[in-house]
C-alpha cells in the first residue's frame, strides 16, 4: 500500500525567505500522481502544485516549485519570497493512474514571520 | 475552473437527529467524488468513495449505517449523517474527479462544519 510521509508537523521562516517543506511517499508504481495542497484558516483545501511521475522536469508555480526525486520517492516543496498569506497547513499527497484515490501526508503547519 | 459546490458550510443540530450534506459539481460531471472526514489539526481521512449509479465504497471502520451516501447523478452526492451524536461532530469534505480532462484532477468543496449538541 502507498503511504506519504511528512516530517515536519511545523515549520516557520521570516516573511520574503525561502522555506522548503519536506515530503517522502512510497510505493510500487511507476505511473502517478503527486500534490502539494494549501489548507488555510478557511479550511478551504487549494491546490498549489502537482506533479506527474513520468515528468523529469521539476514542477514550477510562480513562486512555488518542487524537488521531485523518483528514486529517492521525495517530493519537497519550496516556497520563495514568502508571504503573509502562505501561512496555512501544507499536505502532500499522493495518487496513482489507477485509482484515482488521494493518499495523504499528516500535514506541516507553516508559518510565516512578519 | 472547474467549482464543487457543497452546502451547508455549518450546521449545529441537537443530538438524534439526522444531517444531509450536498456536493455538487457545477461545471463537469463527475463519476466519482469522495468524502472526507477531519479532525481538527489532522489531516484528511477518506470515508468512502461514491460512484454515481451504484453503491459507495467505504473505508474500514466507518459505519455504512451512520453515513449514508447517494450519488445518484452525474452532479450531486449526498452525505446523510444518520441519528447523529457529538462524536459525529466534525469538519467534513468532499471531492470530485473530472474526468475529461487529462490527468483527472480533484476539485474539492468548501467543507461542512458539523456541531452536534
Known amino acids: 500500500a502507498q503511504t506519504v510521509t511528512q516530517s515536519q508537523p511545523e515549520m516557520s521562516v521570516q516573511e520574503a525567505e525561502t522555506v522548503t517543506l519536506s515530503c517522502t511517499y512510497d510505493?510500487?508504481?511507476?505511473?502517478?500522481?503527486l500534490f502539494w495542497y494549501k489548507q488555510p484558516p478557511s479550511r478551504q483545501m487549494i491546490l498549489v502544485i502537482r506533479q506527474e511521475a513520468y515528468k523529469q522536469q521539476n514542477a514550477t508555480e510562480n513562486r512555488f516549485s518542487v524537488n521531485f526525486q523518483k528514486a529517492a520517492k521525495s517530493f519537497s516543496l519550496k516556497i520563495s519570497d514568502s508571504q503573509l498569506g502562505d501561512a496555512a497547513m501544507y499536505f502532500c499527497?499522493?495518487?496513482?493512474?489507477?485509482?484515482?484515490?488521494?493518499?495523504w501526508g499528516a500535514g506541516t503547519k507553516l508559518i510565516i514571520k512578519p | 475552473g472547474a467549482v464543487v459546490s457543497q452546502h451547508p458550510s455549518w450546521v449545529i443540530c441537537k443530538s438524534g437527529t439526522s444531517v444531509k450534506i450536498e456536493c455538487r459539481s457545477l461545471?463537469?460531471?463527475?463519476?466519482?467524488m469522495f468524502w472526507y472526514r477531519q479532525f481538527p489539526k489532522q489531516s484528511l481521512m477518506l470515508m468512502a468513495t461514491s460512484n454515481e449509479g451504484s453503491k459507495a465504497t467505504y473505508e474500514q471502520g466507518v459505519e455504512k449505517d451512520k453515513f449514508l451516501i447517494n450519488h445518484a447523478s452525474l452532479t450531486l452526492s449526498t452525505l446523510t449523517v444518520t441519528s447523529a451524536h457529538p462524536e459525529d461532530s466534525s469538519f467534513y469534505i468532499c471531492s470530485a474527479n473530472e474526468p475529461s480532462r487529462t490527468g483527472q484532477p480533484q476539485h474539492f468543496g468548501d467543507g461542512t462544519r458539523l456541531s452536534i449538541l
Open positions: 510505493t510500487s508504481e511507476s505511473d502517478y500522481y
Open positions: 499527497a499522493y495518487r496513482s493512474n489507477s485509482n484515482y484515490q488521494l493518499i
Open positions: 461545471d463537469f460531471q463527475a463519476t466519482t
